[in-house]
């Protein structure tokens, strides 16, 4: 059985920093594509950063050089390292998992900025 389980929730004020972490089992990680999605009140789930590989890895232009993505694939679990955070950054985050021909999400996260 799949299971994907994030944390790293949290409040932090405009500039400060998280770093979200995703733990799944019952999957390989260094064989699969992964990536975080992040769904704002009232709006649509949207695709945050992408990693195909560690060498791979797109995000979306308004998080570029503040988010980075990783992977530790002996610890089969996945990283949102977010920094300079802004309150548009509001939102829950959710851990996706593309494997073996499934898709896979985590539970969801929030993360509020606010001062």
């Known amino acids: 059985q799949v299971q994907l389980v994030e944390s790293g929730e949290g409040l932090v004020e405009p500039g400060g920093s998280l770093r979200l972490s995703c733990v799944a089992s019952?999957?390989?990680?260094?064989?699969?594509?992964m990536g975080w999605y992040r769904q704002a009140p009232g709006k649509e789930r949207e695709l945050v950063a992408f990693?195909?590989?560690?060498?791979?890895?797109d995000y979306k232009d308004s998080v570029k050089g503040r988010f980075t993505i990783s992977r530790d694939n002996a610890r089969n679990t996945v990283y949102l390292q977010m920094n300079s955070l802004k309150p548009e950054d509001t939102a829950v985050y959710y851990c996706?998992?593309?494997?073996?021909?499934?898709?896979?999400w985590g539970q969801g996260t929030q993360v509020t900025v606010s001062s």
């Open positions: 996706y998992v593309f494997y073996n021909g499934n898709h896979y």
């Open positions: 990693s195909r590989s560690a060498s791979s890895t």
């Open positions: 019952g999957i390989i990680l260094s064989i699969s594509s």
